[in-house]
């Protein structure tokens, strides 16, 4: 594993003990995870569109790992990625700021489950009153059920105070979430030019906040739409296969092809017995709005094969790879 170095600021009353500055391990395989799931949740419209277009959304957000390596100081961008031009930059970035908020979140706030605004709205899942022009782009639940919001960025060069001040102030313009105010509503900004790696969570003070949006997400749709786009890969890429973390029971299919040969090293033939897997605990697949109790039931995993969301990625990986002299 690699790290990065995590801050944390602003944060009051219950969440106050997470303010600081601290190392993070990040594995390939959490980065990975949090790619597919945060992917899974945009490209349920390709489903209508045939397979061109999920592997394009997959091919986006795995080619993230072309340009990250290992340094002595941490996880890092190669510095071939000074190669790419503005606009694949900038969707590189995007998926970077996607899945260090996911992990950043999960470990910092206990947020395991961290989904796009934009399709809880659209799928109906998320109803939004008094409506105003900008708003956070994630919405999280905790294991307690409470209800958090983070814009995410991921930025490759310097930015001014000025962008954390906007993305806070999206944040914030969500003042209540089922009749209740969210727990947190922060800023999450990955800093993809420090070494290593630097990720920005930044809670707005209650100066900041004001009168905005009103949200409604009944925890029942919210599941079924957070997984929505696992469960549809999990039942049209099978046949499907059960495996076992502990006492817990996955359903599984493998990874496209692709994705086993740029995650391995090659292997002896027939390469098809060793694939990468996509899993889901088999409680949420078979009844994903019961995940929060289902999750309870994760055994310790210290080869962080599972996330908190049970949504788990199977199979042999090699380490980051480290920076070339």
Same mark, same amino acid.
């Given at each position: 594993?690699?790290?990065?170095?995590?801050?944390?600021?602003?944060?009051?009353?219950?969440?106050?003990?997470?303010?600081?500055?601290?190392?993070?391990?990040?594995?390939?395989?959490?980065?990975?995870?949090?790619?597919?799931? +945060?992917?899974?949740?945009?490209?349920?419209?390709?489903?209508?569109?045939?397979?061109?277009?999920?592997?394009?959304?997959?091919?986006?957000?795995?080619?993230?790992?072309?340009?990250?390596?290992?340094?002595?100081?941490? =996880?890092?961008?190669?510095?071939?990625?000074?190669?790419?031009?503005?606009?694949?930059?900038?969707?590189?970035?995007?998926?970077?700021?996607?899945?260090?908020?996911?992990?950043?979140?999960?470990?910092?706030?206990?947020?395991?489950?961290? &989904?796009?605004?934009?399709?809880?709205?659209?799928?109906?899942?998320?109803?939004? !009153?008094?409506?105003?022009?900008?708003?956070?782009?994630?919405?999280?639940?905790?294991?307690?059920?409470?209800?958090?919001?983070?814009?995410?960025?991921?930025?490759?060069?310097?930015?001014?105070?000025?962008?954390?001040?906007? &993305?806070?102030?999206?944040?914030?313009?969500?003042?209540?979430?089922?009749?209740?105010?969210?727990?947190?509503?922060? &800023?999450?900004?990955?800093?993809?030019?420090?070494?290593?790696?630097? +990720?920005?969570?930044?809670?707005?003070?209650?100066?900041?906040?004001?009168?905005?949006?009103?949200?409604?997400?009944?925890?029942?749709?919210?599941? *079924?739409?957070?997984?929505?786009?696992?469960?549809?890969?999990? *039942?049209?890429?099978?046949?499907?296969?059960?495996?076992?973390?502990?006492?817990?029971?996955? +359903? !599984?299919?493998?990874?496209?092809?692709?994705?086993?040969?740029?995650?391995?090293?090659?292997?002896?033939?027939?390469?098809?017995?060793?694939?990468?897997?996509?899993? =889901?605990?088999? &409680?949420?697949?078979?009844?994903?709005?019961?995940?929060?109790?289902?999750?309870?039931?994760?055994?310790?995993?210290?080869?962080?094969?599972?996330?908190?969301?049970?949504?788990?990625?199977?199979?042999?990986?090699?380490?980051?790879?480290?920076?070339?002299?």
């Amino acid at each position: 594993m690699a790290n990065v170095t995590v801050t944390c600021r602003k944060f009051p009353g219950a969440y106050a003990a997470t303010n600081g500055t601290r190392p993070r391990d990040v594995s390939r395989r959490a980065v990975l995870r949090a790619v597919v799931t +945060v992917g899974a949740q945009r490209f349920l419209d390709v489903f209508s569109v045939g397979w061109r277009g999920l592997l394009h959304r997959f091919g986006m957000g795995l080619s993230a790992f072309s340009f990250l390596e290992q340094s002595p100081t941490g =996880l890092c961008l190669s510095s071939r990625y000074g190669s790419l031009d503005a606009s694949e930059k900038g969707a590189s970035t995007y998926w970077y700021g996607m899945a260090l908020a996911k992990i950043t979140a999960d470990v910092e706030l206990g947020v395991h489950w961290l &989904a796009h605004v934009d399709q809880m709205r659209d799928s109906g899942a998320l109803t939004i !009153t008094s409506s105003t022009n900008e708003r956070g782009d994630l919405v999280g639940r905790d294991i307690q059920g409470a209800w958090h919001v983070i814009e995410a960025k991921g930025r490759s060069n310097s930015y001014s105070a000025s962008l954390v001040t906007k &993305a806070k102030r999206q944040a914030a313009t969500v003042t209540s979430v089922n009749g209740q105010p969210p727990s947190t509503t922060s &800023a999450c900004i990955t800093s993809l030019f420090t070494q290593p790696i630097s +990720v920005l969570l930044d809670d707005p003070s209650a100066s900041e906040e004001g009168a905005g949006e009103r949200w409604r997400i009944p925890d029942e749709d919210f599941f *079924r739409q957070y997984y929505r786009g696992i469960i549809e890969y999990l *039942r049209e890429l099978g046949p499907r296969r059960e495996q076992m973390l502990g006492s817990a029971r996955f +359903v !599984t299919v493998p990874l496209f092809p692709f994705f086993w040969e740029f995650f391995h090293y090659l292997p002896p033939p027939p390469f098809v017995e060793r694939p990468l897997e996509l899993g =889901l605990l088999a &409680a949420i697949y078979e009844m994903p709005e019961r995940a929060s109790e289902a999750v309870r039931e994760l055994p310790r995993d210290d080869r962080g094969y599972a996330g908190t969301d049970g949504i788990a990625i199977f199979g042999p990986m090699r380490n980051w790879e480290s920076a070339k002299e």
